[in-house]
C-alpha cells in the first residue's frame, strides 16, 4: 500500500501538457521533493519524441527495460525517425483511445506514462509522482499501468471526484483486469472501459507496488466525502485554492466579477479543520509557492505544500524557453496579466490563461487558426439516438458539435486546450496548407499568484532551476 505520510513538504504540481515533464520532475526530486510527471497525452508524447529522433537518446535507453520488447521494437519502427522529421513535414497521427480501448491506443498510452516515470526516476532514490485528470477518465487505466510498471510513487489526480482511483490502484497492483465507470452525455445505461494489464503488456511481474494516491480537491465537503469510505479513501489530499495555475475548481456560487473574470467568495474557503478531521496528510496549492507560504501551511497542519507556477517558469519546465522567457519578461517589467477565464476550457472548469501576444489569448491568433478538433483529449462520450456512443468537444468545429447534439453558447469563447498546450510544450501541430505548412499557436498558464515568481526573479535575475527553488522553499522554512 502507498503510504503518503512519508512524501516530502514540496510537491511540484503536475502540469500538462509536458510542461512537467520527466526532465523537470527528475531535478525536483533529487533535490528533495516529489517531482510529478504530468500523464496528460503520454500516447502522442511519445511517439513525437521518437520522431524528433530522440536526442540524447533518453526514450530508447528506458525502453531497453520495458517488459515487452516486441511492442517495443514495432513502436520503434514506426515512430522512431534518427534525424527528425524533415522540416515541412507533420507528425504521424496515433490510434485515439475511445470507450472501446483498442490495443494498439491502450498500449501506446502504457508506453508514454511507463516513459515518463522511468526517466523521471532514473539515477536517484527520490519519489516521482504522476498527475492525471479525473476529466480525462478514457485514458485513467492505461496511463496508471505504464506509470506502475515504471514504479510511480504516488499518483495525484484532480478535476473532478476521483472515487474510484483507490479500488483502480489496488487491482492494478494485482494485475487485475479493472472496469471504470465512464460519463456519458445522455447516457440511457451504463457505460464502462476495461482494461486486461496481462492483455495488452507482454512479460509483466507478478503484481506491482501501489503508489499512494492523491486526491486533489478544492473543497472540504469533498474531502471528507472521499475520506468516508474504504472503497472511495484516498491516502491524503492536495487542497487546491481558486489562485492556481491551469484548471480551477468551479466557484460554489457562480459569479463573475467587473473584469470579466470568474469570480471566488467565502463559501470557496476551505475549512482545513475539517481536512484534517479526515486524519489524512494534506498539502496546501494554490499560491503557497514561497518559504513563508510553505511555514504558514504547516502551521495550520499541512504536511506541505503543492506548486506549480515558479516551477513552471524554472529553467528544466518543458515550456519552450522563448515562452518561459516571455513570461519572466512580462513578469520583470510588470505587464503579466493572468485572467481566470470561466469560456476557455472546454471541460467548463475555469482555467487560468496568461495574457500573451502571440498565443490564443489574443483574439486576433484566434481568429486566425483554422477550428478543428484532431487532437481530442478533451472529447466527450455522449449517446447518439440509436445508443451508439460519440466524442464532441465544445472546441471543435461548431457545425461538427452542433450536429453532434451540442448548443452554439457552448462553443462561445472556447479554446483548443489540446492544441494550445502542446504548442507551449514544443511539439505543434503542423498541418499542410496551400500556404505551406500551418502551426498551431501556443496557450500559456500559469497561476494568478506570482509573488514567489517575483522573488525568485530578484534572487535569480538570468533564472532558476527546480532544484534553487525546493532548496529556497525548504531551506527558508526550516523543513
Ligand atoms: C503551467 C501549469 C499547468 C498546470 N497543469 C495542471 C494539470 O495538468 N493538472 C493539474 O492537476 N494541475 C495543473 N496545474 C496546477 C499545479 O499542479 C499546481 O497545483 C498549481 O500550479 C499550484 O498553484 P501555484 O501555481 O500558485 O503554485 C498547472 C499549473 C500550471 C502553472
Request: a negative charge; aromatic letters at 6%.
Amino acid at each position: 500500500m502507498g503510504r503518503a505520510d512519508t512524501l516530502p513538504p514540496v510537491i511540484q504540481g503536475g502540469m500538462g501538457v509536458a510542461v512537467s515533464h520527466w526532465r523537470l520532475a527528475r531535478t525536483v526530486s533529487q533535490a528533495g521533493g516529489l517531482g510529478v510527471v504530468s500523464g496528460v497525452g503520454p500516447d502522442l508524447l511519445v511517439a513525437r519524441m521518437l520522431q524528433d529522433g530522440d536526442p540524447g537518446g533518453h526514450v530508447r535507453r528506458v525502453l531497453a527495460s520495458y517488459p515487452d520488447q516486441p511492442y517495443v521494437q514495432a513502436t520503434l519502427q514506426r515512430f522512431f525517425r534518427p534525424d527528425g522529421l524533415p522540416p515541412g513535414q507533420p507528425y504521424r497521427p496515433i490510434p485515439k483511445l475511445d470507450l472501446h480501448q483498442k490495443p494498439d491506443a491502450v498500449r501506446l498510452t502504457v508506453l508514454g506514462t511507463y516513459v515518463q516515470v522511468a526517466l523521471a526516476k532514473e539515477g536517484h532514490d527520490g519519489p516521482i509522482g504522476i498527475n492525471l485528470l479525473e476529466k480525462v477518465q478514457i485514458w485513467t487505466p492505461a496511463a496508471l499501468l505504464g506509470a506502475m510498471i515504471a514504479g510511480v510513487d504516488a499518483v495525484l489526480v484532480g478535476a473532478g471526484v476521483p472515487s474510484h482511483l483507490p479500488r483502480l490502484l489496488t487491482s492494478l497492483s494485482r494485475l487485475e483486469p479493472v472496469t471504470l465507470p465512464i460519463d456519458v452525455a445522455g447516457a440511457s445505461t451504463e457505460h464502462t472501459i476495461t482494461l486486461d494489464p496481462g492483455a495488452v503488456v507482454d512479460g509483466l511481474p507478478p503484481s506491482l507496488s501501489r503508489p499512494a494516491f492523491l486526491a486533489i480537491v478544492s473543497a472540504h465537503v469533498l474531502a471528507s466525502y472521499l475520506a468516508r469510505s474504504d472503497d472511495t479513501r484516498p491516502d491524503g489530499f492536495v487542497i487546491e485554492g481558486p489562485t492556481a495555475g491551469g484548471h480551477n475548481a468551479p466557484p460554489r456560487r457562480p459569479a463573475v466579477d467587473e473584469t470579466g473574470q470568474v469570480a471566488y467568495g467565502p463559501r470557496d474557503v476551505v475549512d482545513l479543520g475539517k481536512v484534517a478531521a479526515t486524519g489524512l496528510p494534506f498539502w496546501l496549492a494554490g499560491g503557497y509557492g514561497t518559504p513563508e507560504r510553505l511555514a504558514d501551511a504547516r502551521s495550520q497542519g499541512a504536511a506541505g505544500v503543492q506548486v506549480g507556477t515558479v516551477f513552471a517558469l524554472s529553467a528544466e519546465s518543458g515550456m519552450r524557453p522563448e515562452l518561459r522567457n516571455q513570461l519572466l519578461a512580462s513578469l520583470a517589467d510588470g505587464t503579466l496579466d493572468v485572467r481566470t477565464d470561466g469560456r476557455a476550457s472546454p471541460t467548463g472548469f475555469p482555467f487560468k490563461v496568461a495574457q500573451e501576444p502571440g498565443t490564443v489569448a489574443e483574439p486576433a491568433v484566434v481568429q486566425a487558426r483554422e477550428r478543428i478538433c484532431d487532437l481530442g483529449y478533451l472529447r466527450t462520450p455522449y449517446e447518439r439516438d440509436d445508443g451508439s456512443v460519440g466524442y464532441r468537444c465544445p472546441s471543435e468545429p461548431i457545425d461538427a458539435y452542433v450536429k453532434k447534439g451540442g448548443t452554439v453558447e457552448n462553443t462561445e469563447g472556447r479554446l483548443c486546450l489540446c492544441n494550445g498546450l502542446l504548442a507551449t510544450a514544443g511539439h505543434p501541430q503542423r498541418r499542410p496548407a496551400s500556404s505551406g505548412l500551418t502551426e498551431e499557436p501556443p496557450l500559456l498558464t500559469l497561476g494568478q499568484d506570482v509573488d514567489g515568481a517575483r522573488t525568485l526573479l530578484s534572487l535569480y535575475p538570468d533564472g532558476w532551476s527546480a532544484a534553487d527553488v525546493v532548496a529556497w522553499l525548504l531551506d527558508g522554512a526550516r523543513v
